[in-house]
């Protein structure tokens, strides 16, 4: 009969946690938007790759609202053996930034492209590593974000997709956290000597 609050409570909970997501931290407290107005940053700025001939593109796409900086785009030879030319991007636009200046930056979309050889005859498979940064219009910067690719030879340019795994693993972690913090505190209290 003892384990019937505890259930309750659980019960509670569970009803409970998807109100509290809606909530403001209180850091955004005063803010006219939420940390629910920003799109996550695979979703702003998807990105991928692929072979033509000795080159390979690299395309990001760019939800409205968000853009790239022109000198936070980084890519690199992962595999061994694969040497880059540096990679070329076409003109973006201009912005004044704050705290950065004057930055160029892609709005929609933009494809670099990078011309490359290989020592190892394809004995390994084809990986780029990119580094970008972006943020939205309204005033969010994300830190810098880095993916290995795998570039497709031929074909269109697949863009990388979040994986829906990452918010029930988040979630669930947060689940068993407050289960472990709630058995703490049960076994602690019974722990306890009597005054």
């Known amino acids: 009969m003892k384990a019937f609050p505890g259930m309750v409570l659980l019960a509670v ?10 909530a403001k931290p209180w850091w955004m407290r005063g803010v006219e938007s939420n940390e ?45 053996d694969l040497v880059l030319s540096p990679p070329t991007f076409p003109a973006g636009t201009r912005k004044t930034d704050p705290y950065l200046g004057t ?50 030879t031929g074909g269109q340019i697949q863009p990388s997709q979040p994986h829906a795994w990452e918010g029930v693993a988040i979630i669930g972690g947060g689940l068993a956290f407050l289960g472990a913090g709630l058995l703490l505190r049960r076994t602690r209290r019974l722990d306890t000597p009597a005054a």
């Open 103 to 152: 930055q160029e930056i892609f709005l929609q979309q933009v494809e670099g492209t990078a011309a490359f050889t290989r020592s190892d005859f394809g004995a390994h498979p084809l990986q780029i590593k990119v580094t970008y940064q972006g943020c939205a219009q309204a005033g969010l910067c994300y830190p810098p974000i880095t993916k290995v690719l795998s570039p497709l």
């Open 13 to 22: 909970l569970a009803f409970a946690l998807p109100g509290t997501t809606t």
């Open 36 to 80: 629910t107005d920003f799109l996550p940053p695979d979703v702003a700025f998807r990105v991928g790759s692929r072979v033509d001939g000795n080159l390979l593109r690299i395309r990001w796409v760019i939800a409205d609202g968000y853009y790239l900086y022109r000198q936070k785009m980084e890519i690199k030879a992962e595999s061994p």
